[in-house]
């Protein structure tokens, strides 16, 4: 059984950054892609950014280009998101999800992504 936890939300003024680290258990974490997707309230479950198991190959939502990255420790079985220049707009539950495969073209998708942590709310006030 996996489970993701992630941490490191909170309440951040518009112009600061936050990191975000989801920690994986239960089973082999590398060779996977693990992904961040965000949820504001009244909207669909949005992509934010992804990486393969080597970190090779990363992949990031329009919206966060140039402003967050994602980066992972395999050895803690650990991603970690970090978060420049936040904005209002930023404001969400950011879930981490794995996939058991390394994942292509379909790596925005959520529909590609077996396993979902519980979430963390990330609140940017202006």
């Given amino acids: ?3 993701l936890v992630e941490s490191g939300g909170g309440l951040v003024q518009a112009g600061g950054s ?3 680290s989801c920690e994986a258990s ?3 974490f590398s060779q996977k892609t693990m992904a961040w997707f965000r949820q504001a309230p009244g909207k669909e ?3 934010v950014a992804a990486n393969t198991w080597s970190g090779s190959r990363t992949h990031y939502g329009d919206s966060v280009k140039d402003r967050f990255t994602i980066s992972r420790d395999n050895s ?3 991603v970690y998101l970090q978060m420049n220049s936040l904005k209002p707009e930023d404001t969400a539950v ?4 794995l996939a058991m495969r390394e994942l292509f073209s379909d790596i925005i998708f959520r529909s590609s992504y077996a396993y979902w942590g519980q979430g963390t709310q990330v609140t940017v006030s202006s």
């Avoid at 950011?94 to 999800?97: M, P, R």
């Fill in 1 to 3: 059984q996996v489970q």
């Fill in 18 to 20: 936050l990191r975000l």
């Fill in 26 to 28: 239960g089973r082999t």
């Fill in 45 to 47: 479950r949005e992509f």
């Fill in 76 to 78: 803690k079985n650990t």
């Fill in 94 to 97: 950011y879930y981490c999800a």
